[in-house]
């Protein structure tokens, strides 16, 4: 692999804090009552610091900021620009860089937003999930309906012109028509991306524990996968083009750097649990908030993992990735990057993948068709 022939990368910052603990969460989330918040910051300012002119790191241009979480927006304005002015800073950019700010409807405000603003975010993302006070109370979110509609009218009083809002089907709860009022309200707000998830129920969570004892009324299979084809029918109709198995986006809005991702394209990621893909290497940070901005304090990287990978593995790794976008992977430039051709390394495996329909190849490209995006595991399952 030309591993390093192209020296673009995208930079993640993580915030591990929330103001609770949704009860379906499993993301690397902490309330911060329990946390130093104030040290965790410190601690991102000096990883930055250090990772900036670290060899390997510094032969990389970056194209997009992606301050996620959590919730990035329990910091006040002060803390949040001084972070992406450090970042823009220290690290060399492309012009115009993409850079995202998650956040949660209760924890925006108009003076937040113009502040994120003049600091260069140009994309905004809020945690929406539903439309409906009924649903939002199951989930456990801590906004209400009505939070989530000042928010999106204030982001645009501030002068975002690119908004993500993400939502989430297959709920407790929920049926057909509450999913449909959901979707039609967000398209009233005209965002120019939607990240829309069905809800998955995640190991060690309440909602696992909820459903061990039969008590989490989730619909059934046949209406949420009536509630997917409703959100291709409706979104479809709202202008909106699928990209990549759960993201939907106005033409030219796509998440650039989430594109990064999907294309196994090169990353440096900050702050507790995240996770680098930087020259080959995997590497993660330490998890628990608090350990990590001791280590980092104590002159320490703030890894807890480094992993080689192997050619073949980050060839799997770019395909299953890869297979979550809608128009899928190029055949050549997997061949100039790995020097490997799916159909020949995956052999038997992935023609009975095409002879089901669930994976299709042209003269040079290999995608999962719309059709079986529903099934789009399956396909992943094989070849990963
Ligand atoms: S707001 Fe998001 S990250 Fe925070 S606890 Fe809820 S689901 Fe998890």
């Not at 905004?124 to 801590?142: A, C, H, N, T, Y």
Request: glycine content about 8%; overall charge negative; charged content about 20%.
């Amino acid at each position: 692999m030309r591993q390093g022939a192209n020296n673009q990368a995208g930079l993640y910052i993580h915030i591990p804090f929330c103001l609770s603990k949704c009860p379906y969460c499993a993301f690397n989330s902490f309330t911060p009552a329990d946390q130093d918040t104030t040290a965790y910051l410190n601690a991102l300012h000096l990883q930055m610091c250090r990772l900036a002119t670290h060899p390997q790191v510094a032969k990389h241009v970056f194209s997009t900021i992606f301050v996620g979480g959590g919730t990035p927006t329990i910091y006040s304005a002060q803390q949040l620009t001084g972070l992406i002015s450090t970042a823009l800073n220290y690290f060399q950019f492309t012009p115009q860089p993409e850079i995202t700010v998650e956040s949660n409807p209760n924890s925006l405000n108009l003076e937040l937003l113009t502040s994120l603003r003049e600091a260069g975010v140009n994309r905004l993302s809020i945690g929406v999930q539903s439309f409906s006070d009924k649903l939002l109370v199951r989930l456990g979110r801590s906004h209400s309906v009505s939070q989530a509609e000042n928010a999106l009218e204030t982001a645009r009083k501030a002068g975002f012109t690119n908004l993500n809002i993400d939502l989430m089907y297959g709920l407790p709860g929920q049926d057909f028509e509450d999913w449909r009022q959901t979707l039609e309200t967000a398209c009233q707000y005209r965002p120019e991306h939607l990240a829309v998830y069905e809800l998955t129920v995640e190991e060690k969570t309440p909602f696992a524990e909820m459903a061990a004892g039969g008590i989490l009324d989730l619909p059934n299979e046949d209406v949420v996968a009536d509630m997917a084809e409703l959100t291709l029918r409706v979104l479809s109709g709202a202008g909106f083009v699928r990209y990549e198995i759960a993201n939907f986006t106005q033409p030219g809005k796509e998440c650039r750097h989430n594109i990064n991702y999907w294309q196994n394209g090169q990353y440096l990621g900050l702050g507790a649990g995240a996770v680098s893909y930087i020259m080959g290497s995997r590497i993660s940070n330490i998890c628990d908030p608090g350990s990590f901005a001791r280590h980092v304090k104590a002159d320490n990287d703030g890894f807890c993992s480094i992993e080689c990978l192997c050619r073949e593995k980050r060839f799997r790794e770019t395909v299953i990735m890869g297979l979550r976008m809608t128009k899928g992977l190029s055949l050549v430039s997997l061949q100039e990057r790995f020097d490997l051709d799916p159909r020949e390394y995956y052999g038997s495996s992935l023609r009975r993948l095409q002879d089901n329909h669930l994976v299709e190849i042209t003269d040079d490209n290999i995608y999962i068709p719309a059709r079986a995006i529903a099934v789009a595991n399956q396909a992943m399952k094989e070849l990963v």
